[in-house]
């Protein structure tokens, strides 16, 4: 026989996902609450809510990847001026080339 959990109301719900929401941790609202962290948190991700650490986690991935996006569009544009300055180059010299052919 299936064994069924507790049934909590969709207001309960509401309230544990706003203390969450509003920056306390999932082991604190649980543990004041009377549920269990993992019922809280899978509230929590129904609702697109995070914990404080998981905010912080998500914000330091992001700022690692701006930083890295940054470093690539440095590195983008130097190669970029680079093959310009190989460009005017290989231009002059097919000009200077193809002038020494007509006047031969």
């Given at each position: 026989?299936a ?13 544990c996902?706003?203390m969450v ?6 082991y604190?609202?649980a ?11 899978g ?5 697109g809510v995070f914990?404080?650490?998981q905010k912080?986690a ?9 930083a890295?996006?940054?470093e690539?569009i440095?590195?983008?544009r ?17 000009a200077?080339l193809?002038?020494k052919?007509?006047?031969?």
């Amino acid at each position: 026989m299936a064994r069924r959990g507790i049934r909590y109301t969709a207001e309960f719900v509401r309230e544990c996902v706003g203390m969450v929401d509003a920056g306390r941790s999932y082991y604190s609202v649980a543990r004041e609450r009377g549920v269990s962290t993992k019922t809280l948190r899978g509230w929590c991700q129904k609702a697109g809510v995070f914990s404080p650490t998981q905010k912080a986690a998500h914000a330091y991935r992001e700022s690692c990847m701006s930083a890295a996006r940054a470093e690539e569009i440095v590195r983008l544009r130097c190669e970029n001026e680079d093959l310009r300055r190989q460009l005017s180059i290989l231009a002059a010299t097919v000009a200077q080339l193809a002038g020494k052919h007509l006047v031969a």
